[in-house]
């Protein structure tokens, strides 16, 4: 039934999981216009982006071992204040007038980095959340796709009337509304594993 999946936990859940991926929709657009018309121009942007991504796609796994040692839930709230920090200090960066790359590219690196370690947490919340794990999974894929539409579009319209650095400070809210959210989410305990290393963990 419709009551069964739209809990209360499952409503701040899917809330944090789609302001947080609205969110990494948003940054690519920001980070484009701070840069493309700086003395980096289209290089800066594309070092930029690969800062950002590279971490994710290579931490992502590790991710996915600190998640079941430590907890979906914090390591999901964890991330979520440290990429809120890092913003906050990207539009810092912005502020001061034409950016620094490397202090840029830090930053989106460790953005990345918080990213890797958000991701792994949602398939080992949803069946803590929903009885229903497919038509959760199916809900959370659907928001999933529209905010690889509605993130882009946000950014550009915003950036119409506001500069890069108050769009990424849009952005960092995003991060705190889903910290936020997940904070108040109560899940069901994990069920008890065998103790093992991190390295059998990680194969």
Known sequence: ??????????????VARTTSLLGDQ?????ITVALV?????????GYALAA??????????FGGVL????????LMIVSDVARLVCQVALVVVLVQGEPVLWQMLVLLALLGAGGATFQPGVASMIPRLARDVQRANAVLRVAESSTIVVGPSVAGL???????????????????????????????????????SFRADLV
């Open 158 to 196: 915003l950036l119409v009337f506001l500069s890069p650095s108050a769009v990424m400070a849009v952005d960092a809210v995003t991060y705190a509304v889903s910290g936020a959210c997940l904070y108040f989410v109560r899940t069901s305990p994990p069920r008890a594993t065998r103790a093992s």
């Open 37 to 45: 018309n700086t003395r980096y121009g289209m290089s800066g942007v």
């Open 1 to 14: 039934s419709r009551t069964r999946l739209w809990t209360p936990d499952f409503r701040l859940f899917f």
């Open 67 to 74: 998640s079941d040692r430590f907890g979906a839930k914090r």
């Open 26 to 30: 948003m940054l690519p657009i920001a």
């Open 52 to 61: 950002h991504i590279a971490p994710f796609a290579l931490l992502l796994i």
